[in-house]
T-cell receptor, first 113, second 110 residues
Framework: NAGVTQTPKFQVLKTGQSMTLQCAQD?????MYWYRQDPGMGLRLIYY???????DKGEVPNGYNVSRLNKREFSLRLESAAPSQTSVYFC????????????FGSGTRLTVV | QKEVEQNSGPLSVPEGAIASLNCTYS??????FFWYRQYSGKSPELIMS????GDKEDGRFTAQLNKASQYVSLLIRDSQPSDSATYLC??????????FGQGTELSVKP
């Protein structure tokens, strides 16, 4: 039982390059989330998908796009990476009603130079 | 104003003491509240959830919720050095958003 799988685990990009972070869950959860974590900032919500077919902006959506490909997969895309997007990115999943949110991926450490 | 606020700490307590972590939130209609523990370099892990006013106990952990004051707290009894971590408060909002506070760093000294 893998839970939430994120790829890649590490990535270095040059300013202006694009990339997609992949996330997949095998728990049949309806809701999925993308967060970024910077020192002293906790987790900040980038985008979320309450259910298959829907996506909504979170606290810090600028510079990102998402795709809920199906119930299992939720990807995060950086179209033109900037140094300010250097961060650790976490994907998470939960039940639709929010009574459980107990599964995070292992994180992607992204550096933009 | 952030939707979920925590004192960033660090909070330092001696081994065996009670650690008290606090969190306030801005949306009165929120129904679900969570505490996560995050060790350095690791992913957050859920340690407590609470949905109704009052106290909820699980081992050495007690979560307290006061919806009228929009306040959630986590008490850790008999604190151990292995409890040293960052503790994140999270609030589930209507529409599906799960918002985190900035986290409180706890250090338990032997």
């Amino acid at each position: 039982n893998a839970g939430v799988t994120q790829t890649p685990k590490f990535q270095v990009l040059k300013t202006g390059q694009s990339m997609t972070l992949q996330c997949a869950q095998d728990m049949n959860h309806n809701s999925m989330y993308w967060y970024r974590q910077d020192p002293g900032m906790g987790l900040r919500l980038i985008y979320y998908s309450a259910s298959e077919g829907t996506t909504d902006k979170g606290e810090v959506p600028n510079g990102y796009n998402v795709s809920r490909l199906n119930k299992r997969e939720f990807s995060l895309r950086l179209e033109s990476a900037a140094p300010s997007q250097t961060s650790v990115y976490f994907c998470a999943s939960s039940e639709l009603d929010g009574t459980r949110c107990d599964t995070f991926g292992s994180g992607t450490r992204l550096t933009v130079v | 104003q952030k939707e979920v606020e925590q004192n960033s700490g660090p909070l330092s307590v001696p081994e065996g003491a009670i650690a008290s972590l606090n969190c306030t939130y801005s949306d009165r209609v929120s129904q679900s509240f969570f505490w996560y523990r995050q060790y350095s370099g690791k992913s957050p892990e859920l340690i407590m959830s609470i949905y109704s006013n009052g106290d909820k106990e699980d081992g050495r952990f007690t979560a307290q919720l006061n919806k009228a004051s929009q306040y959630v707290s986590l008490l850790i009894r008999d604190s151990q050095p292995s409890d040293s971590a960052t503790y994140l408060c999270a609030v589930f909002y209507q529409g599906g958003k799960l918002i985190f506070g900035q986290g409180t760093e706890l250090s338990v000294k032997p």
